[in-house]
Structure formats: C-alpha cells, structure tokens
C-alpha cells in the first residue's frame, strides 16, 4: 500500500474502534503503532515507543496540567464553588432568570481556577441546581444554563485545551490566555443576553423572588475574595514577568490549598481525594498524549500533513472559507470526540496548513493565537451542541429530574450565540489580539 493509502485506513481504523467504544488513547495508539510498523520495522517502532514516551512525560511545560487540575480540585472540595454563586446569587438572583444568571456568573470565576469545562459544569451544578428548583426554576433553562456556563471553563484562563494548543504549536501559554480573555467574557455576558431573552419570551421558566438585603449582599460579597486575590496572584505574576505559567500554576494551586484550609472546607480526606482525582484526570491525559504521539509520527511519515498543507494551499479558495472549513469540521468532530483528543489527534496536521494561508496580514505568531482561540470556542460548542454534548450528559445526569430533550430545547439559544460569537471573532482579530498587544508588545 502507498503511504497515502496507509493514512486513510489508520484513520478509518481509529474511528471504527471509537464507534466500538474503545478507549480514546487506545484508538489513536494501535491504528498508529500498526500504520507505524507497516512503513518501517519493529526496531524503529519501538525506538519510537521508547523515545516519545521519555520525552513526553518528562516535558517540564506539561507540568502546567495537573497543577491547575489540582488547583480545580482544592477550588472544587474547598466550597469555593458555593462561595461564589451565594455571591451572585445575592445580586443577581431576584430578577427574572437572575439565578441562571447567577449560575453562569459563577461558573465564568470558578473557571479562573479551575481549567476545565467538565469540572466547572459538574461542580456549578450540585450547587446552584438545587437553588434553581427551590425556587420554582423550570429544568429546561436550568440544564441548559449550567452546561453552556461550563463551557466557561476552558474559555476563560486558566484552560487546560489552550496548554495543549500551546505546547503542540509551539506557542506562549501567557499570550494565548492574554487572547482568551476578553473573548472569555464577551461569551459570559452573552449568555447573560441570552438568559435575559429567554425569560422575556418563557417568564414561566424563571419566577423572579424577594431581593437580598444588602447587608447579606456584601457579606456573600465578601466570601469571593480569596478567588479574586488567587486570580490577581496567579495572572498578575504570569503577566509581570514574575513566573512562568508553569510556577503560576503552582503557585495557584498553593494559595487554592490554603484559601480551602482558612475556610474549614478542606480537610486530610478532601485533601486525599483532590490529588487522587488530580492524578486520575492526568493519567488520562497524559495516555491520551501518547496515543496522539502515536498517531501523528506515523501520519508525518505517510507525509499526510505536508500532503494536505500543500494541497490546501492550492485549492484557490479563499483563506477565511477553509478556515471557517475547519471550524465546521471542529463541531463535527466534537460529535464523537472530547476536546483533548481533537486537538491533539488534528492540530499537528491541520496547523500547518493554516499557517501557510495569508490570513488578515498578520504575523505567525499572531496567526497561532487567533486561530487557537477560535480552535478553543469551537471546542466549546462542541461540548453542548447534540447528538453528544459532554456538558449536557453532565449535567443532565446531576439534575437527574429533567429530559434530554428537554435540556437540549433549552441549549439551543445558547449554540446561537455560540455561533454568532465565532463569527465576530472571525471577522475581528482584534478581539481576540488587544489583549496580547497590550501585556506583551
């Protein structure tokens, strides 16, 4: 077979063992070490093998992912989750939809400290869905709030998916969580928007209630800021040149540890069980890395990704449709894939080809940011959007009273907004780029 066809059948054989429900890192790692062996003998592979491994899981920069996992997990079992969303609750929470809102507000700050989509929505969700049935909130708006909030996680900084992005691009951690935030709040106040609408049109979804008084405002107030403080701490020394994201990380998750102590939340069990769970979700990680790693050095030496850059290139199309191309491809994707193993199972094939497109005029560097925000909203959509919608199974199974169907009708004005914001980001670089320009040029 020529290497070409190779490819094809490695790719047919990852997505046959995916429908066969095989473990994400095992369906990248046997079709690539098999493809591997076919152009190559059981020397080279297992040179290979033995060499990617070493240098993959002592990479100093892949250290940034379990330290802001366990950042998540103290933030998680130390109660900063209620802490926040009593706060917006308190403020919020007597307009119409303001508990959604709430919701949202909340999982938009935990996502400071935490990283991750799945974790944000699961966490937001056994503390704020329990409210917004207590009072009377119907289950459509209140699945579909907290799983389009959860998707906060990744987007606002700091975002496990944006390190790996960075570390397969070869990019700034620090510049791309520049550029992930004001398109991380532009997508907060727009579900805000969307909240808001929504009751307008179904005021039957969310009954307004009795105001806080303000004395209990600014006490539920007061409860936020060791988040706040963390924040300022952890991207205030990213950003000033103090430390690097790697010791920011750190550094979070220190302050995160004590902040948990200080409020008598965290105790020697729920200490226990944070770097358990920090050690299960980085194990996965990390396999999921390998199985990638397999992958992509058998696809570069079928010549896939050069093949297709060059190909792309040629087409005669204009750069902004095949990047729009490839977004719609992101969403189709996340259909049966999580966000990790997209980006690293396409990013190594798919960036080439990009960064060979005039795109706007702007400089490579500013070229790899864009396009990974953009790769990172996409992700987004893809965790809420149907058939699959990781966010969606989450919380749906943590509200447990309320329909599939039901949570998706209610998601569906939120993907709106979703898609409408990737095109403003498309059509304005600036958006995404101000940020970068002004902390680092």
């Known amino acids: 077979m020529s290497p070409m066809t190779i490819g094809l059948v490695m790719f047919a054989g990852m997505l046959a063992l995916m429908v066969l429900r095989i473990p994400i890192a095992a369906a990248m790692f046997i079709p690539g070490a098999l493809g591997y062996l076919a152009m190559s003998n059981e020397v080279a592979l297992f040179?290979?093998?033995?060499?990617?491994?070493?240098?993959?899981?002592?990479?100093?920069?892949?250290?940034?992912?379990?330290?802001?996992?366990?950042?998540?997990?103290?933030?998680?079992?130390?109660?900063?989750?209620?802490?926040?969303?009593?706060?917006?609750?308190?403020?919020v929470g007597h307009v119409r939809g303001g508990l959604a809102m709430a919701a949202v507000l909340s999982?938009?700050?935990?996502?400071?400290?935490?990283?991750?989509?799945?974790?944000?929505?699961?966490?937001?969700?056994?503390?704020?869905?329990?409210?917004?049935?207590?009072?009377?909130?119907?289950?459509?708006?209140?699945?579909?709030?907290?799983?389009?909030?959860?998707?906060?996680?990744?987007?606002?900084?700091?975002?496990?998916?944006?390190?790996?992005?960075?570390?397969?691009?070869?990019?700034?951690?620090?510049?791309?969580?520049?550029?992930?935030?004001?398109?991380?709040?532009?997508?907060?106040?727009?579900?805000?928007?969307?909240i808001a609408l929504y009751c307008m049109?179904?005021?039957?979804?969310?009954?307004?209630?009795?105001?806080?008084?303000?004395?209990?405002?600014?006490?539920?107030?007061f409860g936020v800021w060791p988040i706040l403080s963390i924040f300022l701490v952890v991207f205030g020394g990213i950003y000033g040149g103090i430390f690097s994201p790697t010791e920011g990380a750190a550094v979070g998750a220190t302050l995160?540890?004590?902040?948990?102590?200080?409020?008598?939340?965290?105790?020697l069990k729920a200490i226990c069980n944070s770097f358990i769970a920090s050690a299960e979700t980085s194990a996965m990680v990390f396999l999921i890395f390998l199985g990638a790693d397999m992958m992509n050095a058998s696809l570069s030496l079928t010549q896939l990704p050069a093949q297709l850059a060059d190909w792309v290139t040629h087409l005669g199309i204009a750069p902004l449709w095949i990047v729009v191309s490839v977004l719609v491809f992101y969403v189709i994707l996340g259909c049966v894939m999580d966000e990790m193993s997209m980006l690293l199972l396409t990013i190594p094939v798919i960036f080439p080809a990009i960064m060979g497109l005039d795109l706007w005029g702007l400089a490579p560097e500013m070229k790899a940011i864009w396009f990974g925000i953009l790769v990172l909203m996409t992700v987004g959509i893809g965790l809420i959007a149907p058939p699959v919608g990781l966010?969606?199974?989450v919380v749906n199974n943590l509200a447990g009273d309320t329909s599939m169907g039901e949570t998706y009708k209610g998601v569906f004005p939120f993907l709106a907004w979703d898609v409408l914001r990737v095109i403003v980001l498309l059509l304005f670089p600036t958006l995404t780029l101000g940020l970068v320009d002004l902390f680092f040029q």
């Not at 049109?201 to 107030?221: D, G, I, S, T, Y």
């Not at 995160?256 to 105790?267: C, H, I, K, P, V």
Request: a positive charge; aromatic letters at 10%; hydrophobic letters at 50%.
């Open 47 to 91: 040179n290979m093998l033995k060499g990617s491994a070493v240098a993959r899981l002592t990479l100093y920069d892949l250290s940034v992912i379990p330290l802001f996992l366990l950042m998540g997990q103290f933030a998680t079992q130390g109660g900063l989750s209620r802490a926040l969303f009593r706060a917006a609750a308190a403020f």
């Open 107 to 194: 999982a938009g700050a935990f996502g400071a400290v935490c990283g991750s989509s799945v974790a944000t929505s699961a966490t937001i969700t056994q503390v704020a869905y329990p409210e917004m049935r207590r009072y009377g909130y119907q289950g459509r708006l209140s699945t579909a709030a907290l799983a389009s909030g959860g998707t906060l996680g990744i987007l606002i900084p700091p975002s496990v998916p944006l390190v790996v992005y960075a570390i397969l691009t070869e990019q700034s951690v620090g510049k791309l969580f520049a550029a992930a935030m004001l398109p991380g709040v532009l997508a907060m106040l727009g579900y805000l928007v969307v």
């Open 201 to 221: 049109v179904r005021p039957e979804l969310a009954p307004p209630h009795a105001p806080v008084p303000w004395a209990a405002r600014w006490k539920a107030l």
């Open 256 to 267: 995160t540890l004590f902040a948990g102590l200080a409020s008598r939340e965290l105790n």
């Open 391 to 393: 966010n969606v199974y």
